[in-house]
Nanobody, 129 residues
């Protein structure tokens, strides 16, 4: 059974940091996309960081570039999102996701939620000003 379980969310002041983790089980990824999305009430889920796992290549939405870092620990089956210099507009529920079917697509990074076939349950991040 495939599972992705996020943790690490919470409340922080603007300028602070949080590190989200996503532990996955039930499958072994060789070459695939994994990503972090976020969603606020009434809006669509938005991809903020994407990783192609082998070789490790990354993409960031402009809104988080230079502040967030996506990484992966193969031995621990964990996907990370290090979030620094947090802003109130980063407040959202954050989800990790895996796309186990798409091949490498070059410069066309999969940032649409319908590209991903496995999802975690989400973790709330709240940034106060």
């Amino acid at each position: 059974q495939v599972q992705l379980v996020e943790s690490g969310g919470g409340s922080v002041q603007a300028g602070g940091s949080l590190r989200l983790s996503c532990v996955y089980s039930g499958f072994t990824f060789k070459q695939n996309y994994m990503a972090w999305f976020r969603q606020v009430p009434g809006k669509e889920r938005v991809g903020v960081a994407v990783m192609w796992t082998n070789p490790a290549l990354t993409y960031y939405d402009d809104s988080v570039k230079g502040r967030f870092t996506i990484s992966r620990d193969y031995a621990e089956n964990t996907l990370w999102l290090q979030m620094d210099s947090l802003k109130p507009e980063d407040t959202a529920v954050y989800y990790c996701a895996a796309d186990t079917t798409s091949p490498w697509s070059g410069s066309r990074w999969p940032i649409e939620s319908d590209k991903y076939n496995y999802w975690g349950q989400g973790t709330q991040v709240t940034v106060s000003s």
